[in-house]
């Protein structure tokens, strides 16, 4: 079975700009959530979503929003780029949703700011 | 949301035992205590995760007292590849998820 595919691998891009970032999740898994990883947080929940519904929302602003299809893929989308941005995003699938399955992480996406 | 507090970083030597505990002292009735592992340029994956007692499985133990307020990973026969950072999450019950992250340890297995 293959497992959470993150595209790009890689992105740069300029303060203003914005991007979107892909998340496949294993197979028959429904629920996605997204995290940020920086140096100076560490790993910070950025939201979920599961069957195509934003279940809840960390604490970031309203320039990070997110969507998931129904084939449970999902996209994760940063306007208006900031410097503070720059961070490893991951997102990982889990079966049903349920609050304290396991989560299947990808490799992320390595989002870098200039 | 319970905050989680583990140490920034441990040391240890091929084959001992290593303990990492994290702290929760606001952890709610409900929630679920979960170790994930992260080596550099991979996401977390899932090592062990208990609800009180001990929990053990084919790679760790999880130790947690009757209070909740704490828990313990115990990795046995530490190697060199078991070198990562090692982050404490409590997840709380419920329709929504609200997952808090500890700030994670680096574990360094030295030879």
């Known amino acids: 079975k293959a497992g959470v595919t993150q595209t790009p691998r890689y992105l740069i891009k300029t303060r203003g700009q914005q991007v979107t970032l892909s998340c496949s999740p294993i197979?028959?898994?429904?629920?996605v959530s997204w995290y940020q990883q920086t140096p100076g947080q560490g790993l910070q929940f950025l939201f979920e979503?599961?069957?195509?519904?934003?279940?809840n929302k960390g604490n970031f602003p309203g320039r990070f929003s997110g969507r998931q299809f129904s084939n449970s893929r999902s996209e994760m989308n940063v306007s208006t780029l900031e410097l503070g941005d720059s961070a490893l995003y991951l997102c990982a699938s889990s079966l049903g949703g349920i609050p304290h399955e396991k989560l299947f992480f990808g490799s992320g996406t390595q989002l870098s700011v200039l | 949301l319970a905050k989680t507090t583990q140490p920034i970083s441990m040391d240890s030597y091929e084959g001992q035992e290593v303990n990492i505990t994290c702290s929760h002292n606001?952890?709610?009735?409900?929630?679920?205590i979960t170790w994930y592992q992260q080596f550099p340029s991979q996401g977390p994956r899932f090592i062990i995760q208990?609800?009180?007692t001990k929990v053990t499985n084919e790679v760790a133990s999880l130790f947690i007292p009757a209070d909740r307020k704490s828990s313990t990973l115990s990795l046995p026969r530490v190697s060199l590849s078991d070198t990562a950072v090692y982050y404490c999450l409590v997840g709380t019950s419920g329709s929504a998820r609200q997952l808090t992250f500890g700030s994670g340890t680096q574990l360094t297995v030295l030879p």
């Open positions: 606001n952890i709610a009735t409900n929630d679920y």
């Open positions: 979503y599961f069957s195509e519904t934003q279940r």
């Open positions: 208990g609800y009180k």
């Open positions: 197979s028959g898994h429904r629920s």
